[in-house]
């Protein structure tokens, strides 16, 4: 059995855990709020604009305005992989990471081989692993978090179209955690460029005939990189809100965790404790008994 003054350190190291860990509990529950707030109300529309982006960019199909759409030989690839600058949010990293090496290693095998697939990582945990790893980073946009604006995220989403547009990429995809709870994040592999075409089943439903004003130049080259970065922004915010609700999942159960082991330290210092007292008026018993004989 350990002896008191151990179990009293052992004691006060997780209370002093436990303290900081419902510290990061009440800050990821209000980052979470804020967070869970703007995906909420921009998913709506960014959901109803990228539906009006894929049915215009169908309308325009092999014409010269449809840049962003038209699908070509994949030769080079880039992979925009979203995580966290910390950690501390139980798997969300780790599923992140090996969701998007399993798309790279299953979907893009010999452009992988020749060294033709390029990572954007958002976030420190991807940038530090992929490059470790020994993957091609073509940038990364760790302090995005800081300042996390549309102005600001639209500059990344900017850069990728440039590079597509030019010819220098020919697939653009992002990997992201889908917002859904603050315990339940979906992970999602999304083509990003070129703009994928309506499935089948909603083409129909959801085709139009647009009649363009003021006229169809002017409307595409406005609307179509919008509606792509208002897209990548709402990726953005989904990821956000779901590292948030991670974070703030994983410091409850350490949190919980800290309370139990708190309850079993406390009985084995009671016990300790009862034991030490114990023994000691056995030998005042028995020293007592001793100067009687």
């Known amino acids: 059995m350990p002896n008191l003054k151990e179990v009293r ?3 006060a190291s997780v209370q002093s855990t436990q303290q900081i860990t419902s510290a990061m509990k009440m800050v990821a529950a209000s980052k979470l709020r804020r967070g869970q707030n703007a995906i909420l109300q921009l998913r709506p529309y960014a959901k109803k604009l990228h539906e009006i982006l894929q049915n215009l960019s169908a309308s325009l199909e092999g014409s010269s305005e449809s840049i962003y759409s038209s699908a070509r030989e994949v030769r080079n690839v880039v992979v925009v992989v979203m995580t966290s600058n910390r950690g501390l949010c139980g798997a969300f990293n780790s599923n992140m990471i090996r969701t998007a090496v399993k798309h790279i290693q299953s979907t893009y095998p010999s452009q ?7 990572l954007v990582t958002i976030g420190k945990k991807a940038t530090d692993y992929f490059r470790k790893n020994h993957y091609q980073v073509l940038a990364n946009h760790d302090d995005i978090y800081n ?7 639209s500059v990344i989403a900017q850069s990728l179209m440039d590079r597509y547009a030019g010819g220098e990429y020919d ?10 709870s603050a315990a339940v994040q979906r992970l999602i592999v999304e083509q990003f460029l070129p703009v994928p075409p309506l499935e089948s089943d909603k083409a129909s439903k959801f085709q139009t005939d647009y009649i363009f004003e003021p006229d169809q130049h002017r409307i595409v080259t406005e609307l179509i990189p919008r509606s792509l970065k208002i897209q990548f922004f709402k990726d953005l915010l989904d990821s956000y809100a779901s590292e948030m609700g991670a974070r703030m999942t994983a410091m409850h159960q350490a949190t919980d965790n800290a309370s139990e082991l708190l309850k079993d330290l ?4 009671n016990k300790a404790r009862q034991a030490a007292i114990t023994k000691e008026l056995l030998e005042i018993v028995t020293g007592a008994e001793a100067l009687k004989g």
């Open 266 to 269: 406390k009985l084995s210092y």
């Open 9 to 11: 350190i052992r004691i």
């Open 112 to 118: 992988l081989e020749t060294g033709r697939v390029s």
């Open 171 to 180: 697939r653009v995809d992002v990997v992201y955690n889908q917002f859904r």
């Open 147 to 153: 300042s996390m604006t549309f102005d600001a995220v």
